[in-house]
DNA sequence: CCTACCGATCGGTAGG
DNA sequence: CCTACCGATCGGTAGG
């Protein structure tokens, strides 16, 4: 229901007529109609941080790297795709705290791409580009996936990181 | 305060205070809540599709093409900032014929690209990609420009554009 | 898990 | 443009 409606337009008592209780009895199983946004964000938030903590072999090359990270984090959004267009749509109704923790989980995770831009203009392997970006519109340029995919549709999702991976790899080699 | 809370979030009063009114004095210049959401999101909606409308030239190019719906796309995103905001993240509050005019206009603003891609292929400029997939991938990968871009800031609209322009592009091309 | 209820706030209208 | 107000609905609590 976030999702379809919104995290302001849906009510605790929608929520709860969907789970076929009255409202007053949600309070059972969560503190707040908040508490319920900040554990799917946080979830959320969570397996694509896990995936930068993976130790990954110093002899992988950018280009190798950076599609190991494509192709990561498009998995995170398709295996939670429900959770996932609530956590890119709705953040921004956490509040203080959780606001700016938040902001500082993205932000790390953006610069992990970053990273590898940089690192692969060092090495060679990319041509110059403008990295921050770049970053960025590849960080978003994969955001939208859950709108489209259908699990039971004819898009792939090691397809898609593929075809993703080549069209941005293939966009910022250095020619030659 | 579409942009920053949501369309649900906002109250009426909330809205009027920022004029230095009160609520009820808004219905003097507009019908609903709802009204506002509508005329915002049709205003960009307008935009987006009069870049459309142009007549192009049957000498360009798919290559040349794309990269002129490229910087239109930008064009209209950046001119029109906090609208786009609310087009991008609002629209779903668009109710019955509202929306489904939106999202057959959304669809066909898509198929453009769709268009271009395919020309492309055809003329040999591009190589065989997933026309879908890249289409909104490509569309998907400049939307998000407005929550980064700063009027003021070190990032100019052309320089944007040149940018994704020859990332997609060169993503694309056949290599020859 | 429920009924019953709280104060607050919502979008919007009447009437001036 | 305002004051005054409408019915509806909100998130949440008390008490069982």
Redesign the pocket.
């Known amino acids: 229901m976030f999702k379809e409606k919104g995290y ?9 007529s969907e ?17 319920i946004l900040q554990e799917v964000c946080f979830e959320i938030a969570g397996h694509f941080l896990m995936n930068l903590e993976e130790p990954y072999d110093q002899n992988l090359s950018a280009t190798e790297r950076l599609k190991i990270a494509i192709e990561n984090h498009l998995h995170v959004i398709i295996d939670n795709i429900d959770a996932a267009a609530v956590f890119f749509n709705e953040w921004r109704h956490l509040e203080n705290e959780q606001l700016q923790i938040f902001k500082k989980m993205r932000g790390d995770y953006e610069n992990h791409f970053l990273e590898i831009l940089k690192a692969g203009q060092k090495s060679g392997e990319f041509r110059k580009v403008n990295e921050k970006l770049i970053a960025l519109t590849l960080f978003n340029s994969m955001n939208w996936i859950y709108q489209r995919y259908q699990p039971k549709g004819k898009w792939d999702s090691k397809k898609i990181a593929n075809e993703l991976a080549e069209l941005f790899i293939t966009g910022i080699k250095n020619k030659n």
């Open positions: 302001a337009a849906t009510s605790m008592r929608g929520l709860a789970v076929g209780i009255e409202a007053a009895s949600l309070y059972n199983h969560i503190k707040s109609k908040h508490d």
